[in-house]
Structures are given as C-alpha cells and as structure tokens.
Nanobody, 126 residues
Framework: QVQPVESGGGLVQAGGSLRLSCAAS????????MGWFRQAPGKEREFVAG????????YYADSVKGRFAISRDNAKNAVYLQMNTLKPEDTAVYFC???????????????????WGQGTQVTVSS
C-alpha cells in the first residue's frame, strides 16, 4: 500500500510558478506509475502528467505540455510537479495518485489509479 500526501499549493499570479510535492509512504513506491490530476469546480478530474516506475518516461496533457514538468525520486519516495507560466485556467485542486498498472500500460484516467492523496489547492489570479 502507498499513501500519497501533496503539498506546495497556494496563490500565484498569472505567469508565475509553483512546485508541488507528493510524499508517498510505503515500501513499494518504486513499483508505481505516478500521476498528477486536477479538478476545477464543476468539472471532471483530469489527467495532468505522469511518470513511469522504471525508466522515468514522462507524459503530459496537451494543455500543460511545455509548461509543466513531472519528476520523481524513488530514494525519497517522492514525485514533483514543476508548474511554470501558470494561467488562470490552471486553477484547481491538484491530486497525486499511484498506479500498479502493468509496465506496458500508461494510465491516464482516474480508473487506472489505486491510491490517491487528499489534494492541494492551486489558485492562479489574473
């Protein structure tokens, strides 16, 4: 079992940057594909970025590609999301999630994840 806990959210002006952190307890963190999702009021939870458990290959939603960067440190049981050039439409609760999907699968939907954090609020003002 893995229990993700997010931190680093806050209020930032458009064009600014934030770095989110996710600390995941458990002894098998390195086995998981890790993902970041976000959910704005009245909208469904959407995939933002993911990183594989072995090679560290990364995946991004089109809306954040070129602005956000995901990384992980298996020795620290941690995953990060560097967010640059933030826009008001990035405002949402951001969730960290862990998936035990087979290595050949890239989970990009909520159903593909087994463990979820409680979320951290990111607000971007104009």
């Amino acid at each position: 079992q893995v229990q993700p806990v997010e931190s680093g959210g806050g209020l930032v002006q458009a064009g600014g940057s934030l770095r989110l952190s996710c600390a995941a307890s458990g002894s098998t963190f390195s086995h998981y594909f890790m993902g970041w999702f976000r959910q704005a009021p009245g909208k469904e939870r959407e995939f933002v970025a993911g990183i594989s458990s072995n090679t560290g290959r990364t995946y991004y939603a089109d809306s954040v590609k070129g602005r956000f960067a995901i990384s992980r440190d298996n020795a620290k049981n941690a995953v990060y999301l560097q967010m640059n050039t933030l826009k008001p439409e990035d405002t949402a609760v951001y969730f960290c999630a862990a998936s035990l999907a087979p290595l050949s699968i890239v989970p990009q939907t909520t159903s593909g994840y087994d463990y979820w954090g409680q979320g951290t609020q990111v607000t971007v003002s104009s």
